[in-house]
């Protein structure tokens, strides 16, 4: 797959802006989840309207890959509330069978729900995707580094690296703005 994006319909590359898409077919009793390129948004949903789909919800990414995170974690949701079935290939001659949701009116989620569930995947999506949210995570996998140095006898290599991981989050916070420091338990 490389940089490009998966799907029939999306064939932009992975880091442009892209669009999370939900529509419903009342007649099929069926959802589709699905992702386009923000460019191709109109081309799309227009295909899917004349196949009888209606448009639910629209959510704006700013790149590909995160919407495609975004519909794949939908898509978990909605098949862990039971929702296991898909249509099949025939329904759906514009494409995106893999992506729908059979008998969703099982499910019984309305636009507003299913809205709220997108909007929280893709805060979720963009917040793990932020430069703070990166740096964060690479600063605890560092912490834990060197703890298992000490767990490994490494005491010395240890303190180096946790001077170093001090020197880092005081800059971090220094560059994120005023306030007071905190006072951290004696234990820590």
Not at 71 to 96: I, N
Not at 104 to 122: F, M, N, T, Y
Request: net charge negative.
């Amino acid at each position: 797959m490389g940089n490009r994006v998966a799907g029939g319909n999306f064939h932009d590359r992975a880091d442009e802006p892209a669009l999370l898409y939900v529509i419903r077919h009342e007649g099929l009793a069926a959802l589709k989840v699905g992702v386009v390129g923000a460019a191709s948004r109109e081309v799309r949903l227009r295909a899917h309207a004349r196949q009888g789909w209606v448009t639910e919800m629209v959510t704006e990414f700013e790149t590909g890959r995160q919407a495609l995170q975004a519909e794949r974690a939908v898509l978990g949701f909605l098949r862990e509330c039971g929702a296991t079935d898909r249509l099949p290939q025939r329904e759906m001659p514009q494409g995106g069978y893999t992506e729908t949701v059979a008998h969703a009116d099982l499910v019984d989620l309305d636009g507003d729900l299913l809205q709220a569930i997108a909007q929280a995947a893709g805060r979720i999506i963009r917040r793990a995707h932020s430069p703070l949210h990166q740096w964060t995570r690479n600063y605890l996998a560092a912490g834990e580094a060197a703890l298992d140095l000490i767990d490994e006898g490494h005491k010395a290599l240890a303190r180096k690296r946790l001077q170093t991981l001090l020197e880092l989050g005081e800059g971090m916070v220094r560059h994120l703005g005023p306030g007071e420091p905190q006072e951290t338990p004696a234990s820590v």
